[in-house]
């Protein structure tokens, strides 16, 4: 019982009471406002003293958790994992990738795209509009 006595395990406890009786407080005062006609009141009625039981759940469990030191239940200690002899995350192994030579002529269509965004990038204050190839291509 003495790991329920530290002091992060005091204000946990305090934190507890004070949300349980905190939301205990607001069921009550959802009940006194539905009982004046206020029918959206009894679903929050409801839901707030819920809220306060699965504080008091998860203070269980985690109270529970922490007197069995740490295990899962029914988990026996179990003996460290082997230490690895070669390191566990290695350094990425960087290669060149040989390009692919474009088999066939070139896509004329693709070509103008190129010529369009190499202008675009060397003219970067400009409008598309102002560029001058697209005479060229509405000639062809």
């Given at each position: 019982?003495?790991?329920?006595?530290?002091?992060?395990?005091?204000?946990?406890?305090?934190?507890?009471?004070?949300?349980?009786?905190?939301?205990?407080a607001l069921g009550w005062w959802q009940i006194s406002?539905?009982?004046?006609?206020?029918?959206?009141?009894?679903?929050?009625?409801?839901?707030?003293?819920?809220?306060?039981?699965?504080?008091?759940?998860?203070?269980?469990?985690?109270?529970?958790?922490?007197?069995?030191?740490?295990?899962?239940?029914?988990?026996?200690?179990?003996?460290?994992?082997?230490?690895?002899?070669?390191?566990?995350?290695?350094?990425?192994?960087?290669?060149?990738?040989?390009?692919?030579?474009?088999?066939?002529?070139?896509?004329?269509?693709?070509?103008?795209?190129?010529?369009?965004?190499?202008?675009?990038?060397?003219?970067?204050?400009?409008?598309?509009?102002?560029?001058?190839?697209?005479?060229?291509?509405?000639?062809?």
């Open positions: 019982m003495r790991r329920l006595c530290t002091p992060a395990w005091i204000v946990r406890h305090v934190l507890t009471v004070a949300l349980v009786v905190g939301f205990l406002r539905a009982l004046n006609g206020n029918a959206l009141s009894w679903a929050y009625a409801v839901e707030w003293p819920i809220f306060a039981g699965f504080v008091v759940f998860l203070w269980v469990r985690e109270a529970r958790y922490t007197l069995r030191g740490g295990r899962p239940p029914g988990a026996e200690p179990a003996a460290p994992p082997p230490r690895p002899t070669t390191p566990g995350v290695r350094r990425p192994v960087r290669t060149a990738r040989p390009r692919l030579a474009a088999v066939g002529p070139e896509d004329p269509a693709l070509a103008e795209y190129n010529h369009y965004l190499a202008w675009l990038n060397a003219n970067p204050g400009a409008r598309p509009a102002d560029y001058p190839g697209l005479g060229r291509q509405q000639e062809g």
